[in-house]
């Protein structure tokens, strides 16, 4: 069953997860340290008795879903050459049909979002 597995498709495979998995643990401890810094600053301030600053609301970019989307549909073409380039089967190559159908269908919702603001 897997005696056609060629190992260096393993290998960049696991790189791929692993360097995926340690971007989203980065993304995740940054967002608690920035967390953790304002409420210790909310916290100093109402030692002080000084009032609390409010806290700044995040805006929504416009082009969000549109970066996801491209990003998106840009991993899905790059899996299906890679496994086209290594000669593997092109059933398993269909699967970066997968992220680039995600990625086509989040360009679609950004145009919707889109022509929902501007009315």
């Known amino acids: 069953m897997f005696e056609n597995i060629d190992v260096t498709a393993i290998i960049v495979t696991s790189i791929i997860i692993v360097i995926g ?6 993304a995740i401890i940054t967002e608690y340290s920035r967390k953790k810094l304002e409420h ?3 916290m100093a301030a109402i030692q002080k008795g000084v009032p609390v600053p409010p806290t700044p609301e995040k ?5 969000g879903t549109l ?3 491209l990003v998106w549909t840009a991993i899905g073409i790059g899996f299906f050459l890679a496994f086209v380039v ?8 269909f699967f970066g049909f997968i992220a680039f159908f995600v990625g086509i269908a989040l360009i679609i919702a950004w145009a919707i979002e889109k022509k ?4």
């Open 86 to 93: 290594a000669g593997m089967e092109t059933k398993v190559a």
């Open 40 to 42: 210790e600053l909310k």
């Open 21 to 26: 998995g340690a971007i989203a643990i980065t």
């Open 59 to 63: 805006g929504k970019s416009p082009y």
């Open 116 to 119: 929902g603001l501007q009315k």
């Open 67 to 69: 970066k996801a989307g």
